[in-house]
C-alpha cells in the first residue's frame, strides 16, 4: 500500500514532467494503482491509520507524485457535513480534461498545500470557480463532471500536477493575497 515514503517531493524532477496519457482501457498495473492511491487518501483521512502510517490528511493525489509519469489522479473529499458520510467525490480519473471553466474565479481563503511540499507556502491559489471535467474510470468508460467550489479547486490541483505545474506557479509573488474583483474566497 502507498505511504508518505511513496510520494516524491518537489525537487523531483518529474513533478515538472507533462505526464503521459493512459491508453484506454486500462491495463490491470494502471488499474490497481488508480485503486491504492484512492486508498491511501481514505487511509489518510481516518484517524486511526494516518497515525499508525504518518499519513498526511490528503484529499488529492497525482500519480507524478510516485514517480509515475501517467495521466492519471484519485481525490477523495469528504462532505462538509459531520453527519454525512458520503463523500462529495471520490473517485479514480484517467486522462482528466477540463471541457469548460466558469467565468468566475476562486480561492481557498487558507491558500493551499501539497503533499509534495514540505513547507508553507502563503498566498491565495486562483483557480476556476467552476470546472466541466472529462475523465475515464478504471474500466475504460467516459464520464463528465460539473464540479464546483472545493471540490473544484482539488481537481484543478491535482490536473496542475499532471502538467507538471505546483500550487505555488499560481501565487502573486509581488502580493501574495491580492485579490482581483469578483474571486470568491472559499472558506
Ligand atoms: C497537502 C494537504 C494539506 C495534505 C492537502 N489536504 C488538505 O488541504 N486538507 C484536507 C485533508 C483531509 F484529509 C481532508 C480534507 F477535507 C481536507 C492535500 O491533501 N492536498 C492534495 C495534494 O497535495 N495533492 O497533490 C492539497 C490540497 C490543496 C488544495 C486542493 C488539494
Ligand atoms: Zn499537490
Do not use: W
Not at 489518510?44 to 509515475?68: C, W, Y
Not at 480534461?97 to 491559489?125: F, M, N, T, W
Not at 509581488?174 to 485579490?179: D, T
Amino acid at each position: 500500500m502507498i505511504t508518505m515514503d511513496d510520494i516524491i517531493r518537489e525537487g523531483n524532477p518529474t513533478l515538472r514532467e507533462v505526464a503521459k496519457e493512459v491508453p484506454m482501457p486500462p491495463t490491470t498495473e494502471e488499474k490497481k494503482l488508480g485503486e491504492e492511491m484512492l486508498e491511501f487518501l481514505k487511509n489518510s483521512q481516518d484517524p486511526i491509520k494516518a497515525e499508525e502510517m504518518h499519513l498526511r490528511g490528503g484529499v488529492g493525489l497525482a500519480a507524478p507524485q510516485l514517480n509515475i509519469s501517467k495521466r492519471l489522479i484519485a481525490v477523495h473529499v469528504p462532505s462538509n457535513d459531520p453527519e454525512n458520510d458520503t463523500p462529495v467525490i471520490s473517485t479514480v480519473m484517467f486522462n482528466p480534461k477540463i471541457l469548460s471553466h466558469s467565468v468566475q474565479d476562486a480561492c481557498l481563503g487558507e491558500g493551499e498545500g501539497c503533499l509534495s511540499v514540505d513547507r508553507e507556502v502563503p498566498g491565495y491559489v486562483v483557480r476556476h470557480a467552476r470546472v466541466t471535467v472529462s475523465y475515464y474510470d478504471e474500466n475504460g468508460v467516459k464520464h463528465k463532471r460539473r464540479l464546483k467550489n472545493y471540490e473544484a479547486i482539488v481537481v484543478q490541483h491535482e490536473i496542475d500536477h499532471l502538467n507538471g505545474v505546483m500550487f505555488y506557479d499560481h501565487i502573486n509573488e509581488e502580493n501574495p493575497f491580492s485579490l482581483k474583483e469578483g474571486v470568491l474566497v472559499i472558506e
